[in-house]
C-alpha cells in the first residue's frame, strides 16, 4: 500500500505557483520523498526527489517539513503541459525493496 | 537518448486468449520493471528485473502471467489465458541500478479485454 496521502484533485490558474501538498507522517529515517507526474496517455515522469533538504530543479521545487512528516511540489509558473496526475511516493534508498509503489496521486488541472 | 520503447500500443483480444508485450529499455539500464495501471489507479509493479535476473515477482500472478528478459535487454510480458481483469495499461520502466535518480517509463501498452 501507497505510503503518503494527497488530495484527489487540484485547480491552478496558468502562470500562478501550484502547490501540491502530501502527508507521509509514517516515513522512516531511511525513506526517500519522489514525486513523479502522469500526463494523460503517457508513462510517469520523475520530477524530483528528496530526504530532508529543500530540492529545486529545472521542474520544481521540493519543500520536505522539518519532521519530514509532509511535503509540498512547488511548480513555480503552472503552465497548461503541467496537467497531470501527480504522485507522491516514499522509497527505501538502495535494494528491491525501495521499488516505487503508486498511491492514487493528485489529477492537477491548470486552467487559462 | 532515446526512451524505453513500447510494443504495440494498443491491443484488444477476447478473453481466454494469449496477448505478449515488449519492452525495449533505455541502453545501458541494468533494471527493468512492468507496471499494470488499471483505470483510475496508480501504477503497480509486477516483476523487477535485474539484468536477466528476476529480483522482485511477487505481485506477478504466476498462473496467467509470464515475464522474461534474456540476454538482460529487451523483455517480454505475456498474458495467458487472460481475463476481463486483465484490461489495463502495462508500463515497462528501466533504471540505472536501483534508480535511485528516476525511472523512465515508456508510454505503455494499453490491453482491452473484452
Known amino acids: 500500500d501507497a505510503k503518503t496521502t494527497q488530495p484527489t484533485s487540484m485547480d491552478c490558474a496558468e502562470g500562478r505557483a501550484a502547490n501540491l501538498p502530501c502527508n507521509h507522517s509514517?516515513?522512516?529515517?531511511?525513506?526517500?520523498v519522489y514525486w513523479y507526474r502522469q500526463i494523460h496517455s503517457q508513462g510517469p515522469q520523475y520530477i524530483i526527489h528528496?530526504?530532508?533538504n529543500n530540492e529545486t530543479n529545472e521542474m520544481a521545487s521540493l519543500i520536505i517539513t522539518e519532521d519530514r512528516k509532509s511535503s509540498t511540489l512547488i511548480l513555480p509558473h503552472a503552465t497548461l503541459r503541467d496537467t497531470a496526475v501527480y504522485y507522491c511516493?516514499?522509497?527505501?534508498?538502495?535494494?528491491?525493496?525501495?521499488?516505487?509503489?503508486f498511491g492514487k496521486g493528485t489529477k492537477l488541472s491548470v486552467k487559462p | 537518448e532515446a526512451g524505453v520503447a513500447q510494443s504495440p500500443r494498443y491491443k484488444i483480444i477476447e478473453k481466454r486468449q494469449s496477448v505478449a508485450f515488449w519492452c525495449n529499455p533505455i541502453?545501458?539500464?541494468?533494471?527493468l520493471y512492468w507496471y499494470q495501471q488499471i483505470l483510475g489507479q496508480g501504477p503497480k509493479l509486477l516483476i523487477q528485473?535485474?539484468?536477466?535476473?528476476?529480483?522482485?515477482d511477487s505481485q506477478l500472478p504466476k498462473d496467467r502471467f509470464s515475464a522474461e528478459r534474456l540476454k538482460g535487454v529487451d523483455s517480454t510480458l505475456k498474458i495467458q489465458p487472460a481475463k476481463l481483469e486483465d484490461s489495463a495499461v502495462y508500463l515497462c520502466?528501466?533504471?540505472?541500478?536501483?534508480?535511485?535518480?528516476?525511472?523512465?517509463f515508456g508510454s505503455g501498452t494499453r490491453l482491452t479485454v473484452v
Open positions: 509514517t516515513i522512516s529515517g531511511n525513506e526517500y
Open positions: 528528496g530526504l530532508k
Open positions: 511516493i516514499v522509497r527505501v534508498w538502495g535494494g528491491s525493496q525501495g521499488n516505487l509503489i
Open positions: 520502466a528501466s533504471s540505472l541500478g536501483a534508480g535511485l535518480r528516476g525511472y523512465t
Open positions: 541502453s545501458g539500464h541494468a533494471t
Open positions: 528485473f535485474q539484468n536477466n535476473g528476476v529480483v522482485d
